[in-house]
């Protein structure tokens, strides 16, 4: 079964700086997606950014890219010029065939 | 589209009480998700459809969970009868189906269930 390690469970940054959110997964598919989402206080899921395992090449979302080592079956999150709106728990996520699972999150806390 | 729908959005409810959770997923969408969040276990799958068809229900907790899909708009997760553990915020959530395709989890905003 796939599982998604999410190890850090708080993080804190400055406003301003930059910050690496990290993920690590097991699989033994070769062809899946992965995805960060962002769960403001709100509770509402918002998917931020999305990875095709096929693809080399780095996803970027404005201030939010990823790290994708496919062979470390790494995932990390990073972003740039953290900003107070960016204060929210962070999930992690595995898909393939449409089943997705999740990390246990990581809360992410941006000091002013 | 509006995306996912669920209601209601907080239920307070006794202890030993039937609870009904629904959720309308988005058209078209082949797949449909059950979470539950806690503190303690962060984001369960409970159970998931696909084409209106159960495929996984390893992660619903007892028998006193169950979860319905009767047609491709909507699903239901009864809960007979509650109890005080119970309660947390129930997500469902939907996506397209299939390698190669955008395989997206879409959420709904969440049922928050108190059991006292």
């Known amino acids: 079964a796939q599982t998604v390690t999410q190890s850090q469970p708080e993080m804190s940054v400055q406003e301003a700086e930059t910050v690496t959110l990290s993920c690590t997964y097991d699989t033994s598919e070769s062809d899946y997606y992965l995805f960060w989402y962002k769960q403001p206080p709100s509770r509402q899921m918002i998917l931020v950014i999305r990875?095709?395992?096929?693809?080399?090449q780095n996803a970027t979302e404005n201030r939010f890219s990823v790290n994708f080592q496919k062979a470390a079956k790494s995932f990390s999150l990073k972003i740039s010029d953290s900003q107070l709106g960016d204060a929210a728990m962070y999930f992690c996520a595995y898909s393939d065939a449409g089943k997705s699972t999740f990390g246990d999150g990581t809360t992410l806390t941006v000091k002013p | 589209d509006a995306g996912v729908i669920q209601s209601p959005r907080h239920e307070v409810t006794e202890m030993g009480q039937e609870v009904t959770l629904r959720c309308k997923p988005i058209?078209?969408?082949?797949?449909l998700f059950w979470y539950r969040q806690t503190m303690m276990r962060g984001l369960e799958l409970l159970i998931y459809f696909n084409n209106n068809v159960p495929i996984d229900d390893s992660g619903m907790p007892e028998d006193r969970f169950s979860a319905k899909m009767p047609n491709a708009s909507f699903s239901t997760l009864k809960i007979q009868p509650s109890e005080p553990r119970d309660s947390a915020v129930y997500f469902c959530?939907?996506?397209?189906?299939?390698?190669?395709?955008?395989?997206?989890?879409?959420f709904g905003q969440g049922t928050r269930l108190t059991v006292v």
């Open positions: 058209s078209g969408h082949d797949y």
């Open positions: 990875q095709e395992a096929y693809k080399q």
């Open positions: 959530a939907s996506s397209l189906a299939g390698l190669g395709m955008n395989t997206e989890a879409f």
